[in-house]
């Protein structure tokens, strides 16, 4: 039985299931079948050999996620997640490198934003001169860009205070997640190792 007969797929899908080594690129607009042909390559890999440990199948959306932990069914060890849920999973596996203990909490946007208005209290910052809203899109924008922040300016130093409060109520807002594994991989060389040896 062939693989097209198998999961369906057409030349291209086949190609996308069938390739090995190295990266891929797939550019396919919406309901052309991008997650049946992700779900089928996984299939296919698993069949070919490859431990599902060493399998890392990462979307953008929960929706997707978890469409496609549904097709591709009860396989365990495998990761299906979203690059977020990813970040998320490295954290508690590396809580130690960035002062936080394995069940540190994920503060959501509001949160974050009641944590920035507490922050720019103690920084004797107020809200009529300083709009909370733009300087949380500030530190937003400082951490999703990957920039480091210029202590010298009122920005800057309200950036580290609501870092540090962060630390003190072991979280991480949502920018974290995926803003500290990237820069934990730039700077701690074993620990990048470590997962690109883990997934393959």
Not at 140 to 159: N, P, R, Y
Request: net charge positive.
């Amino acid at each position: 039985m062939t693989l097209k007969n198998k999961f369906g797929l057409n030349a291209k899908q086949l190609e996308a299931v069938n390739h090995k080594d190295g990266p891929i690129l797939i550019a396919a607009g919406a309901g052309s079948g991008k997650t049946k042909t992700l779900t089928s390559r996984i299939a296919n890999l698993i069949e070919l050999g490859v431990g599902p440990e060493n399998i890392l199948a990462i979307t953008f959306t929960n929706k997707a996620a978890k469409e496609m932990k549904n097709r591709i069914g009860n396989i365990e060890n495998i990761f299906v997640g979203t690059f977020h849920s990813f970040g998320a999973k490295v954290l508690r596996q590396e809580h130690l490198y960035l002062q936080r203990t394995a069940n540190f909490t994920i503060f959501d946007e509001d949160d974050s934003l009641s944590l920035l208005k507490q922050a720019m209290k103690n920084l004797n910052l107020s809200k009529d001169k300083h709009n909370p809203l733009v300087l949380k899109s500030y530190i937003s924008k400082i951490k999703s860009e990957l920039l480091d922040s210029d202590k010298s300016t009122v920005e800057g130093a309200l950036f580290e205070e609501y870092e540090n409060f962060l630390k003190r109520n072991n979280a991480f807002d949502f920018d974290d997640l995926i803003e500290k594994p990237i820069k934990l991989f730039n700077s701690e060389k074993k620990i990048l190792k470590k997962y690109q040896d883990q997934y393959h």
